[in-house]
């Protein structure tokens, strides 16, 4: 199995999730916003979500910039949603920045946000590490790494509670 087909066999996982879902009205956006947050915070603090160990540098995490990656509907990540953690930075990059980035330094790993499903008092999103591969990388290479997890929250006096994961899917 090579890279390309780990890579296609994510995108088929995800590709059967619609991008947000729910209403877009300000409160929507502002609760969604702090749902990526929320969900991110998770990811890189708990270090729970698949492969997070195997992000090069902890310090300054690439994170695709729009939702549902592998998508062409993705939605762009506002700057508004990304959380502020101790001494580390999520970068929003583009696909193609991505792949600048893979082509100049090699393979690396970045966080991505997969779909949001947002209810009146729960959501579930989904976060996972996926491989950025340089353009002449040899594709009998398999990277047997990367994956994403389903999180549960709960909409509870203002504020999002985590509740579970609901699943894990690693590459």
Same mark, same amino acid.
């Given at each position: 199995? @090579? ?7 994510? @995108? ?32 890189? @603090? ?77 959501? @579930? ?47």
């Amino acid at each position: 199995m @090579t890279a390309t087909t780990l890579g296609l066999m994510l @995108t088929i996982l995800w590709a059967g999730y619609g991008s947000v879902q729910g209403e877009r009205s300000p409160v929507a956006t502002s609760r969604t916003n702090s749902l990526i947050a929320i969900a991110l915070t998770r990811a890189v @603090t708990e270090k729970d979500v698949p492969d997070f160990e195997s992000i090069r540098d902890k310090q300054r995490i690439p994170l695709l910039d729009t939702t549902e990656w592998g998508q062409a509907w993705g939605e762009k990540i506002p700057l508004d949603a990304l959380p502020k953690i101790e001494n580390v930075r999520l970068t929003l990059l583009s696909k193609e920045e991505l792949q600048l980035q893979a082509n100049e330094r090699g393979a690396f790993l970045y966080l991505a946000v997969g779909k949001i499903i947002l209810e009146a008092d729960s959501a @579930t999103i989904c976060v996972g590490t996926q491989w950025a591969l340089p353009k002449d990388l040899d594709r009998s290479i398999v990277y047997l790494s990367g994956g994403a997890y389903e999180l549960k929250y709960f909409w509870r006096n203002r504020k999002w509670l985590f509740d579970r994961i609901g699943w894990v899917a690693v590459s």
